[in-house]
């Protein structure tokens, strides 16, 4: 659901990718009504006319689209991950890599990175299962399931509201996760893996976060405006993202066996991990308008900061 400031076409054209949407809903004070949605395939549009419904200069809208879509594999979009339980078996996780323009393939959206909105989300997901978002769990509620669909008892989580936030830095995971959480840093700061990781491994990686979080907050004297910072791992992910408030990472990258110490391993992933936290204000807090000046965002750590361990 997403609430915006009309212009004076009773139209809303917005990205999506790989999405089945049905049906549209517009709300103008306390008036509704239902559109028909058509499709421009080619540039990842759909348009949402509201031919019969005025909608008054300067008003709100809130405009509600029901839509279905299927994990990728492909680590784009909301994709799954594969990994070995410890009885050799093979399971499944799930999260998100949105930038530059896949948030639209899990979500309908103003997928721009120069348009801000504050994120409202809520999962239902198994029981069993760790679900983790930019923002902190603000309700957890366990529910029936309904006959014919998948009986596995499910629970609904509901997350805070993010601050004003770009589209592509929207995330979230879903699965056999369990965490490592330090309190070294003003707020919480977790690793998350899959179960197939040794959670004594992420000790090395948990320090670099919380030093460099710590660094960054100093240095640029502006307070991170998140209630945490989660760090996950994914297998095979090679890289990583630097989701507001749950950063994506390798799995390698947060995994170190301390008895066996290389240095050249130590730097590359600190530098990785530095790299993504101080995305946390570069580009995250302030974003560039357009793609075309993200070397802002990725040069300025290169050439001047970073801190030291
Ligand atoms: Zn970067």
């Keep these: 659901m997403a609430s915006w400031k009309p212009s004076c076409e009773q139209n809303a054209a917005i990205f999506s990718l790989l999405l089945c949407l049905g049906c549209a809903r517009l709300t103008v004070i306390n008036r509704k009504a239902g559109s028909n949605i058509t499709f421009d395939l080619a540039e990842n549009r ?18 509600a689209i029901t839509y279905t879509g299927a994990l990728s594999t492909d680590k784009q979009g909301f994709f799954r991950w594969e990994y070995k339980k410890t009885d050799g078996t093979t399971a499944y996780n799930a999260a998100t890599f949105f930038e530059p323009a896949a948030a639209r393939s899990a979500y309908p959206c103003w997928d721009e990175p120069g348009i801000k909105a504050t994120m409202s989300l809520t999962l239902i997901v198994n029981r069993n299962q760790t679900a983790v978002s930019n923002m902190d769990v603000a309700s957890e509620i366990e529910v029936v399931s309904l006959p014919l669909q998948n009986t596995r008892p499910k629970k609904v989580v509901r997350f805070q509201t993010t601050p004003l936030m770009s589209t592509y830095l929207t995330a979230w995971a879903v699965g056999n996760l369990y965490y490592l959480e330090s309190r070294d840093y003003r707020l919480p700061v977790r690793i ?13 990686a948990i320090k670099a976060a919380t030093d460099a979080l710590r660094f960054f907050e100093r240095t640029f004297d502006v307070s991170l405006e998140l209630p945490k910072s989660d760090l996950i791992g994914v297998a095979n992910y090679g890289g990583g993202m630097e989701n507001w408030g749950m950063i994506v990472f390798d799995d390698g990258t947060l995994s170190y066996d301390q008895t066996h110490i290389n240095a050249y391993d130590q730097v590359k992933d600190v530098t990785v991990i530095n790299h993504e936290l101080a995305h946390q204000w570069f580009g995250d807090l302030v974003t560039t308008r357009w793609w075309n000046d993200i070397w802002l965002n990725e040069g300025l750590y290169v050439c001047h900061l970073s801190p030291s361990h």
């Excluded at 006319?49 to 809208?61: E, N, R, S």
């Design 46 to 63: 759909v348009y949402v006319p509201f031919p019969d419904l005025v909608i008054p200069a300067g008003a709100k809208a809130q405009l």
């Design 192 to 204: 998350y893996v899959a179960l197939s990781m040794n959670l004594e491994t992420a000790k090395f």
